[in-house]
T-cell receptor, first 115, second 113 residues
């Protein structure tokens, strides 16, 4: 089946620094990828839609200048959390739809802790 | 405003019995519904889905029922196994299951041996 790989699986960073999370489709091309965030005991909330070759589409309330998304190729989307703060600590997950499939496949997720 | 609701944060059942997880939604534009299983610190794994044109879909031990008039769906697991213990998320989409999804808060299922 289709595989979506996310890296790193966990990261700890200091306040004020930036963190980059990668999402790769391993055996298929993804013109669109989705980035979600999950806080403890909460649902997965869509942050943005990453579009290959064009600007990402952000959901209401998500700061596009803080969460930079780049989808430079058909197999890679990156999410950069800029000037991270402790309140950005969360579980970030990407997903990608595949042609002909009725469901999206999710990456393993990245646990971000900002100290 | 939560469009997809899972009102039971947890459920505990005995091995071999039936597990029933419930989900309600408010947006009548949703046309596709999915159930995902998730372990801590991992991404969700797709379980089963149903289109709004159907009222039942079955895959092995998993069956999803959809009641559009009540805006309610449920996941039945029969027989439940200890390996089914995880958090189950209900999700909905307005354009098919591979598009952006709206998730419920999840129900933690514990299957006791």
């Amino acid at each position: 089946g289709a595989v979506v790989s996310q890296h790193p699986s966990w990261v700890i960073c200091k306040s004020g620094t930036s963190v980059k999370i990668e999402c790769r489709s391993l055996d298929f091309q993804a013109t669109t990828m989705f980035w979600y965030r999950q806080f403890p005991k909460q649902s997965l909330m869509l942050m943005a839609t990453s579009n290959e070759g064009s600007k990402a589409t952000y959901e209401q309330g998500v700061e596009k200048d803080k969460f930079l998304i780049n989808h430079a190729s058909l197999t890679l989307s990156t999410l950069t959390v800029t000037s991270a703060h402790p309140e950005d600590s969360s579980f970030y997950i990407c997903s990608a739809p595949t042609f002909g499939n009725t469901e999206a496949f999710f990456g393993q997720g990245t646990r971000l802790t900002v100290v | 405003d939560q469009q997809v609701k899972q009102n039971s944060p947890s459920l505990s059942v005995q091995e071999g019995r039936i597990s029933i997880l419930n989900c309600d939604y408010t947006n009548s534009m949703f046309d596709y519904f999915l159930w995902y299983k998730k372990y801590p610190a991992e991404g969700p794994t797709f379980l089963i889905s149903i289109s709004s044109i159907k009222d039942k879909n079955e895959d092995g031990r998993f069956t999803v029922f959809l009641n559009k008039s009540a805006k309610h769906l449920s996941l039945h697991i029969v027989p439940s196994q200890p390996g089914d213990s995880a958090v189950y998320f209900c999700a909905a989409s307005v354009r098919g299951g591979s598009e952006k999804l709206v998730f419920g808060k999840g129900t933690k299922l514990t299957v006791n041996p």
